[in-house]
């Protein structure tokens, strides 16, 4: 399944993994529907588990800086724009699309723009888990991302100089300090969630170990 996958499009797939991971206490799959008004299957209703802006900051030193308008409060952060990381964002964006088409992973839309992006999907994730991330702060790089309003406020978590990316690494088998949730965005219940499929990821684990 992970055949024909650059360096780049696994890394993608072990953060989704680690952003799920985060978000429900154990990874998810979702499933896409077919959804009027969309000409591909899409998941409805869901938080990303991976878009643009978060795999180059990660994944591609693209940095970001504080916003600094009023009401921001520096809890809000928005992507450098210098060349190199416009062009890291259209590089992981399109290394992303790759990975929808080859259906690993799925659109998600959801009410609030900043929760859309991408899913995994049961082969993306089965792929995924076998690259997974461990990203220091990752729970306060997507905290960052969310307007003040739908947020905790969380003072230390402030930025008030440009962020650079993170010393990601593989995850392993003992690390569990990555995955600490401490509630700062309300978790999502995966018992209440239509979209995940998680009765032929075993399967889907094995075809490819």
């Known amino acids: 399944m992970s055949r024909g996958l650059s360096r780049q ?4 797939l072990g953060l989704a993994v680690a952003v799920s991971r ?3 206490g154990s990874p998810r799959a979702h499933v896409p529907r077919d959804t009027p ?5 899409i998941v409805n209703g869901r938080p990303y588990d991976i878009h643009g802006a978060l795999a ?6 693209a940095r970001w800086l504080p916003d600094n308008a009023n009401g ?3 809890s809000t952060v928005h992507q ?29 839309l959801i009410g609030r723009w900043w929760d859309s992006g991408y899913l995994l999907t049961t082969a993306g994730l089965a792929t995924g888990l076998l690259h997974e991330l461990r990203v220091p702060d ?10 003040p309003a739908h947020k905790q406020k969380r003072e230390e978590w402030n930025v008030l100089e440009p962020l650079s990316s993170p010393a990601f690494s593989l995850r392993s088998d003992s690390d569990e300090s990555d995955v600490t949730y401490s509630g700062s965005m309300k978790p999502y219940d995966p018992t209440r969630d239509p979209d995940i499929d998680g009765t032929i990821l075993t399967k ?3 075809a490819i170990a």
């Open 37 to 41: 008004g969309w000409n591909v299957p």
């Open 22 to 24: 985060l978000r429900y």
């Open 138 to 147: 990752l729970e306060r790089r997507l905290w960052l991302l969310r307007i």
């Open 80 to 108: 450098d724009t210098s060349p190199a990381a416009m062009s890291a964002r259209k590089s992981a964006s399109r290394a992303i699309e790759t990975l929808r088409k080859r259906g690993l992973l799925a659109y998600c």
């Open 204 to 206: 889907a684990i094995a």
């Open 72 to 74: 921001s409060t520096h």
């Open 9 to 12: 499009q696994l890394q993608i």
């Open 56 to 61: 180059s900051h990660v994944l591609s030193g």
